[in-house]
């Protein structure tokens, strides 16, 4: 079975940091784009950061320069490390893989395996 399991997230003052993980089972994440959403209450889901196949990466200009994705074969498994948090970036986070490979990927209707989300809350 074809399964994305995130985890990491929880309650974080502002200023504070996560690391979110995001593990692969049923298949090798070696040759897909993985890509972190996020959606808010009340909101349409948004592309927070990508990684390719190929190690570039995209991050949204909400987001640049405070989180880093990255990836670990041997775990198989993507991760988003969240730093300087702040309340705005409330919200229920899922990652997802595209089997595209060498290319960052956007478009949320790209991907074909989503995990089911993790809650990031950002609060004092």
Do not use: H
Request: aromatic share 12%; net charge negative.
């Amino acid at each position: 079975q074809l399964q994305l399991v995130e985890s990491g997230g929880g309650l974080v003052q502002p200023g504070g940091s996560l690391r979110l993980s995001c593990a692969a089972s049923g298949f090798t994440l070696d040759y897909y784009a993985i890509g972190w959403f996020r959606q808010a209450p009340g909101k349409a889901r948004e592309g927070v950061s990508c990684l390719s196949s190929d190690g570039s990466t995209y991050y949204a200009d909400s987001v640049k320069g405070r989180f880093t994705i990255s990836r670990d074969n041997a775990k198989n498994t993507v991760y988003l490390q969240m730093n300087s948090l702040k309340p705005e970036d409330t919200a229920v986070y899922y990652c997802a893989a595209a089997a595209q490979e060498g290319v960052i990927v956007t478009e949320t209707d790209k991907y074909d395996y989503w995990g089911q989300g993790t809650q990031v809350t950002v609060s004092s």
